[in-house]
């Protein structure tokens, strides 16, 4: 789930500097559950941006809003709107945002910080779980991404900074590598800690990048 968290009020408004009429654009999936752009949150927003002069001339939470075609489907919907608006407000994550502009000719603006990638231990919190680094290592990790859980990425090891079992650079985390080897040790795979993996080459990605499921591009 993409966890993202609502820009500062005051952030928003100097963001807007000069808008009079917005449409409201929210998200059905990951930004509902974030309450970050759901019914209620927009109903909120718009409370708000009228209190500040702004008026909302429609609002739409989207069934998906990083669906380009779903989007582009529900848009038409208000299409007079937006036509008569200054902009459009995306209550999403940072993809939600870029495949709405892609949709409509009017500026499109964030209302929310796009934090991480993570899991929902419950409801209210959220812990990041994944930096989508396209060379998964999670089957000689016991399950447990070092790229994310350790502070310092590292991918063969501990670096021996550890306290308590605690990480030095954040303390109030366990030390990934600790955890690794409790999780092998508990599943008998002890000898997958002599897998040596290379450090992570994060500039060796190329961006932006594209998988297609309908096989290379002619």
Same mark, same amino acid.
């Given at each position: 789930?993409?966890?993202?968290?609502?820009?500062?009020?005051?952030?928003?408004?100097?963001?807007?500097?000069?808008?009079?009429?917005?449409?409201?654009v929210?998200?059905?999936?990951?930004?509902?559950?974030?309450?970050?752009?759901?019914?209620?949150?927009?109903?909120?927003?718009?409370?708000?941006?009228?209190?500040?002069?702004?008026?909302?001339?429609?609002?739409?939470?989207?069934?998906?809003?990083?669906?380009?075609?779903?989007?582009k489907?529900?848009?038409?919907? /208000?299409?007079?709107?937006?036509?008569?608006?200054?902009?459009?407000?995306?209550?999403?994550?940072?993809?939600?945002?870029?495949?709405?502009?892609?949709?409509?000719?009017?500026?499109? /603006?964030?209302?929310?910080?796009?934090?991480?990638?993570g899991?929902?231990?419950?409801?209210?919190?959220?812990?990041?779980?994944?930096?989508?680094?396209?060379?998964?290592?999670?089957?000689?990790?016991?399950?447990?991404?070092?790229?994310?859980?350790?502070?310092?990425?590292?991918t063969?090891?501990?670096?021996?900074?550890?306290?308590?079992?605690?990480?030095?650079?954040?303390?109030?985390?366990?030390?990934?590598?600790?955890?690794? /080897?409790?999780?092998?040790?508990?599943?008998?795979?002890?000898?997958?800690?002599?897998?040596?993996?290379?450090?992570?080459?994060?500039?060796?990605?190329?961006?932006?990048?594209?998988i297609?499921?309908?096989?290379?591009?002619?």
């Amino acid at each position: 789930m993409i966890i993202s968290q609502k820009k500062p009020r005051e952030e928003l408004l100097a963001m807007l500097s000069g808008v009079k009429k917005a449409v409201l654009v929210g998200c059905g999936e990951c930004a509902t559950v974030c309450m970050t752009g759901g019914d209620e949150q927009l109903e909120e927003m718009k409370a708000f941006l009228e209190e500040n002069g702004i008026s909302v001339l429609a609002s739409l939470v989207s069934g998906t809003s990083c669906n380009k075609l779903l989007v582009k489907k529900e848009l038409k919907e /208000y299409k007079d709107a937006i036509a008569e608006a200054d902009c459009i407000i995306s209550m999403s994550c940072g993809d939600g945002v870029q495949t709405v502009a892609s949709n409509v000719s009017i500026a499109v /603006y964030p209302a929310n910080n796009t934090m991480f990638l993570g899991e929902v231990e419950r409801v209210g919190l959220f812990t990041e779980a994944c930096r989508f680094c396209g060379d998964c290592v999670l089957a000689n990790t016991g399950a447990i991404c070092p790229i994310t859980k350790c502070a310092k990425s590292l991918t063969s090891g501990p670096c021996g900074g550890a306290k308590g079992g605690h990480c030095e650079v954040n303390p109030d985390n366990r030390c990934a590598w600790i955890m690794i /080897y409790e999780k092998l040790q508990s599943l008998g795979t002890l000898e997958k800690l002599d897998i040596m993996t290379e450090p992570k080459g994060f500039s060796d990605s190329a961006y932006p990048r594209t998988i297609s499921l309908r096989g290379s591009k002619e």
